[in-house]
């Protein structure tokens, strides 16, 4: 099972990516996080990188690209992934093309996650991590059972600097100005499902499964 899963900061990608990647068995790579980690451990491109997402601009393409490569090559990736974050630009999307192609792989699947712009803002300013193990939360949508803590790992959570309003409008904007473009192109290349992403976790799921499965309910 190959996926992409695409939408706005704040839609529900890794959310969802976490429950795909159990159920079909294949690991949730995401872009974004794959960056904290360098980010986290200091290496050089952790700190090129967060130049960028500081501020909510997006990483270069090459850097992007070459880290995705070197990601899906894994063994444990062999079977396929839920790819959540990338690609964002047209370039990157043209050159995931070329890396499938070269490997002799194909996507089966790419999930539009649509979510209106107040209820993003409303996500992500709420919106807590592990830093261990990635389980994402919500203050008021999906709250730990111990305030601030982990439920699967009792690591403490931690919020994004990005999150913050500033940061969170230029993330939408650059969303607008250069990922959603990518719903067109998908759409002419007939991989496109769009999954309304407004309702409960669960049913987010279901929906997005059903549309996978080919199943229409
Ligand atoms: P993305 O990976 O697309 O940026 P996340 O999966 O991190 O989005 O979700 C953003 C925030 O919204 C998180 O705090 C998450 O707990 C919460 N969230 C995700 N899906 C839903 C949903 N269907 N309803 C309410 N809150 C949600
Ligand atoms: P995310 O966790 O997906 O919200 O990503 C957090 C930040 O990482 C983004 O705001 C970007 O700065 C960077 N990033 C993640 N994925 C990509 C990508 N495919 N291309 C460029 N930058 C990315």
Same mark, same amino acid.
């Given at each position: 099972? &190959? #996926?992409?899963? #695409?939408?706005?900061?704040?839609?529900?990608? =890794?959310?969802? +990516?976490?429950?795909?990647?159990?159920?079909?068995?294949?690991?949730?790579?995401? !872009? =974004?996080?794959?960056? &904290?980690?360098?980010?986290?451990?200091?290496?050089?491109? /952790?700190?090129?990188?967060?130049?960028? %997402?500081? !501020?909510?601009?997006?990483?270069?393409?090459?850097?992007?690209?070459? %880290?995705?490569?070197?990601?899906?090559?894994?063994?444990?990736?062999?079977? /396929?992934?839920? #790819?959540?974050?990338?690609?964002?630009?047209?370039?990157?999307?043209?050159?995931? @093309?070329?890396?499938?192609?070269? *490997?002799?792989?194909?996507?089966?699947?790419?999930? @539009?996650?649509?979510?209106?712009?107040?209820?993003?803002?409303?996500?992500?300013?709420?919106?807590? $991590?592990?830093?261990?193990?990635?389980?994402?939360?919500?203050?008021?949508?999906?709250?730990?059972? &111990?305030?601030?803590?982990?439920?699967?790992?009792?690591?403490?959570?931690?919020?994004? +600097?990005?999150? *913050?309003?500033?940061?969170?409008?230029?993330?939408?904007?650059?969303? $607008?100005?250069?990922?959603?473009?990518?719903? @067109?192109?998908?759409?002419?290349?007939?991989?496109?499902?769009?999954?309304?992403?407004? =309702?409960?976790?669960? $049913?987010?799921? @279901?929906?997005?499964?059903?549309?996978?499965? /080919?199943?229409?309910?």
């Amino acid at each position: 099972m &190959r #996926l992409v899963l #695409l939408g706005p900061p704040g839609a529900g990608k =890794g959310t969802q +990516a976490d429950r795909l990647a159990a159920r079909y068995g294949v690991p949730h790579i995401s !872009t =974004g996080e794959l960056f &904290r980690a360098h980010r986290r451990e200091g290496t050089p491109l /952790g700190k090129e990188a967060d130049r960028y %997402m500081a !501020t909510g601009r997006l990483v270069p393409d090459d850097v992007t690209e070459r %880290m995705v490569s070197e990601r899906i090559d894994r063994e444990d990736a062999r079977q /396929g992934f839920i #790819l959540d974050g990338f690609p964002r630009t047209m370039r990157q999307a043209e050159e995931f @093309a070329d890396i499938l192609t070269v *490997r002799g792989l194909r996507l089966d699947r790419v999930v @539009a996650l649509e979510v209106p712009e107040p209820v993003l803002k409303e996500r992500l300013t709420g919106r807590s $991590a592990c830093p261990s193990c990635g389980a994402v939360y919500h203050r008021r949508f999906h709250p730990p059972r &111990r305030a601030g803590v982990c439920d699967a790992c009792g690591t403490l959570l931690v919020e994004r +600097a990005d999150d *913050r309003p500033e940061t969170v409008t230029e993330r939408l904007r650059v969303y $607008a100005a250069e990922t959603a473009p990518l719903v @067109a192109y998908y759409r002419s290349r007939g991989l496109l499902l769009e999954v309304d992403g407004t =309702g409960e976790v669960d $049913a987010v799921t @279901a929906a997005m499964v059903a549309g996978i499965e /080919g199943r229409h309910d």
